[in-house]
């Protein structure tokens, strides 16, 4: 297909993952630690540098049109997250970060088996590949930690206030492992998951573009908010704290102390943006400019508590299930069903970022056999992940499928990318030979 759409055949190739949360939902933006493994879907983006400055991208996939610019005047359009635009964000963070004002033409043929919008961060995998082939082309090197980075924070480029786990993973993920990712420096440990059980992966079919919404942005913004409010119920220079994790390092306390101040700080009822201002003594137009982002600057109400418990109860989670695959006790995988368990309550709860399927989803998985099951990826739609002992695998398989994907209509959803069991895959990586 390189050959019929550029005439030429390409000189290399890269990859790049999907990735799979197993706890810690919303929290990496929060400051938090994560507990992701990489998926075995991946994209793959075939590529041949040329001499002018065009850069040419095709997709296998025919819903994704052709996209040519120049090279040398990237922009990225934030009111519309068309797949192109997370090619360029990875190719500009690699731009920026070396200084460069003009960039060597390339062609480049995207294909991929991430079901897109399902929470498997896609979108992501592309904004990594893309970094990963920018670096190539132009002949430089970088660590993995630098690219995650780079490719993190170009990612915002699309109007996304994303934390770094899904561009860590893709770079730092190793077969049979999955990682405990750190920020504030990032880094990444293995932890090594129960052999009794698989991981099983259900889409919702519900798909969710996280740039097209501003439910996610909301929650970062709410979350800022309260790490804000906390730091000033506790005397804190609180116009400088921007993450929750911040006022728990500054006061020097638990995650479960963390609990009980916001009890005490926080109230239940929703925030008006005039009550936030009131707490910290600023005008509502220094709310606008110095706070919130522009797609945040119309919001009415704020829940401030809701939010601040989930992302502390959920960091909780993330320590104790690392804790309990390390101790491996006999019921390991019934402990950790019920850490996932919680996590799924406390995102459709305090967080409210499930929808009807996937709860409908989470219980058809509990019921047939999984000792958890929670939401995966950013929610309001997309997939689920429950652990499952290995031993049930086959006929919770032919259940679920059953109970979720066969239409009463007779109709069945796109069954490879809809449901299957994973393992902890590789990392991104370039090579020669396809």
Known sequence: MFNSKFGSIPKFYVRAPGRVNLIGEHIDYCGYSVLPMAVEQDLLIAVEPVETYTLQLANTNP????????????QIDKTKPLWHNYFLCGLKGIQEHFGLSNLTGMNCLVDGNIPPRSGLSSSSAL?????LVTLTVLGMNLTKVELAEICAKSERYIGTEGGGMDQSISFLAEEGTAKL??????????????????????????EMNKAATSHFNIRVMECRLAAKLLAKYKSLQWDKVLQLEEVQAKLGISLEEMLLVTEDALHPE???????????????????????SPNTHDV????????????????????????????APEN??????????????????????????????????????????????????????????????????????????????GSLAPEKQSLFATKPGGGALVFLEA
């Open 63 to 74: 819903l994704y049109p052709d996209f040519s610019t120049s090279a040398t005047n990237i």
């Open 300 to 327: 009415l109400i704020f829940k401030l508590y809701q939010r601040a418990k989930h992302v502390y109860s959920e960091a909780a989670r993330v320590l104790q299930f690392k804790k309990i695959c390390e101790e």
């Open 270 to 292: 929703p925030y008006s943006p005039e009550e936030i201002c009131r707490c910290l003594g600023i005008t509502l137009e220094e709310l606008r400019t110095q706070i919130l």
């Open 127 to 131: 904004v990594c590949c893309a970094g």
């Open 181 to 206: 990712i750190e920020f504030s420096p990032l880094r990444a440990t293995n932890v090594n998951l129960p052999s009794g059980a698989v991981f099983v992966i259900a889409n919702s079919c519900v």
């Open 332 to 409: 390991t995988v019934q402990l950790l069903g019920e850490l996932m368990n919680q996590s799924h309550m406390s995102c459709r709860d305090m967080y409210e970022c499930s929808c009807p399927e996937l709860d409908q989803l989470v219980n058809i998985c509990r019921k047939f056999g999984a000792e958890g099951s929670r939401l995966t990826g950013a929610g309001w739609g997309g997939c689920t992940v429950s652990i499952v002992p290995a031993d049930k695998l086959t006929s919770f398989l032919a259940n679920v499928h059953k109970a979720y994907y066969q239409r009463s209509d």
